[in-house]
């Protein structure tokens, strides 16, 4: 998503409010089959991660956009290598979803932001909270476009009385800091025993940096577009890697959504909202042909636009497949990879 300060975000944010909403186009699941359906992936996503030989890429959140209440998760997710855990992105829902899989708090030693808008970091605050009550160790690092820095010093100064109070009654030591890098610029992110991380810059106005990830691991690397319009840099940073993550938009789909919710007398522009999609996401059209030109192994289409359960993993895999000849995975909240 982009900023909603401007006038077209406005009316998308408004189109995609009512999109979930919209009875007929979602598949309504009573509470205790979405809770049956959640406890299934988890124990899938538990058994998988207990069998992995090696890095395993685990998609906690697989929906585009800061709309609650779906099926969906917002975007996030974690990297297991070596007992490690690396997280990406901290949408709405990171850190129920990373007990889920039941990798241990303990083994989470790094967080990664691709941009700063709320389905990508609005849990980040919370994830490092909950995270240190249940473990995380207290010099986890944190990666990201500024303001990082302060977004993480401003977080622990406004949760500085809760964090105190847990420290001095469980005796913990508080979580007073984070270590955080901030990054601006396409390059070297960071580098560990298990794996180097790279980062480039992708285009998703008027958020500025915008960033892709690649995790070069020992056995694997993955590369995640972040939220991008289709763009050459994303091909470049996943050139033959194992999994690239890609942000997928469907035209169709989202086309028909809006001219119902026009329909309905919501105040939208097809014409300059569709303008601004294009400018900021990428066709799964594009995806295909950008992983095909990257010669990745696996395309996982993920990030998806609209998020919307009634559209088959078939719909969004087909447009693709005209140009990938790889394996495509369409992305599910708790799928192992
Ligand atoms: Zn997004
Ligand atoms: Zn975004």
Redesign the pocket.
């Known amino acids: 998503?982009?900023d909603p300060a401007h006038p077209t975000h406005v009316s998308r944010r408004a189109v995609l409010a009512g999109l979930a909403a919209a009875p007929a186009l979602t598949t309504a699941a009573t509470p205790a089959a979405a809770e049956t359906a959640a406890m299934g992936a988890a124990e899938q996503a538990q058994a998988a991660l207990k069998e992995a030989k090696g890095t395993k890429l685990v998609l906690l959140g697989t929906a585009a956009g800061p709309v609650p209440g779906r099926k969906r998760a917002m975007t996030s997710h974690v990297m297991v290598s070596n007992g490690t855990a690396y997280v990406l992105d901290c949408g709405l829902g990171v850190t129920d979803q990373f007990a889920r899989t039941g990798i241990s708090f303990h083994a989470l030693k790094s967080i990664f932001i691709t941009?700063h808008?709320a389905?990508?970091n609005i849990e980040y605050g919370p994830l490092l909270v909950i995270g240190w009550i249940q473990g995380m160790p207290r010099d986890v690092r944190a990666f990201g476009p500024p303001p990082l820095k302060q977004m993480t010093e401003d977080f622990l100064r406004a949760y500085k009385t809760t964090i105190d109070f847990w420290a001095e009654d469980l005796k913990m030591t508080p979580l007073a800091a984070v270590d955080v890098t901030e990054v601006a610029q396409a390059g070297p992110v960071m580098q560990d025993d298990n794996v180097k991380v790279t980062a480039a810059i992708v285009q998703?106005p008027p958020?500025t940096p915008?960033l892709a990830y690649r995790f070069d691991f020992k056995d694997r690397s993955i590369a995640f577009s972040?939220?991008t319009a289709p763009t050459e840099a994303v091909a470049q940073l996943a050139k033959g890697a194992d999994v690239l993550v890609h942000e997928t938009m469907y035209v169709p789909a989202l086309e028909s959504y809006l001219r119902e919710q026009i329909a309905k007398g919501r105040p939208v522009k097809f014409e300059p909202y569709m303008a601004h999609m294009h400018a900021?996401h990428t066709p799964v059209e594009d995806v295909g042909r950008i992983a095909q030109e990257a010669g990745v192994k696996t395309l996982v289409l993920s990030h998806l636009t609209p998020a919307i359960d009634s559209i088959s993993d078939e719909t969004w895999r087909a447009p693709a497949a005209k140009s990938f000849s790889g394996e495509i995975i369409v992305a599910r909240d708790l799928m192992v990879v």
Do not use: E, F, R
């Open positions: 998503m982009t941009h808008h389905d990508h998703h958020v915008a972040g939220d900021d």
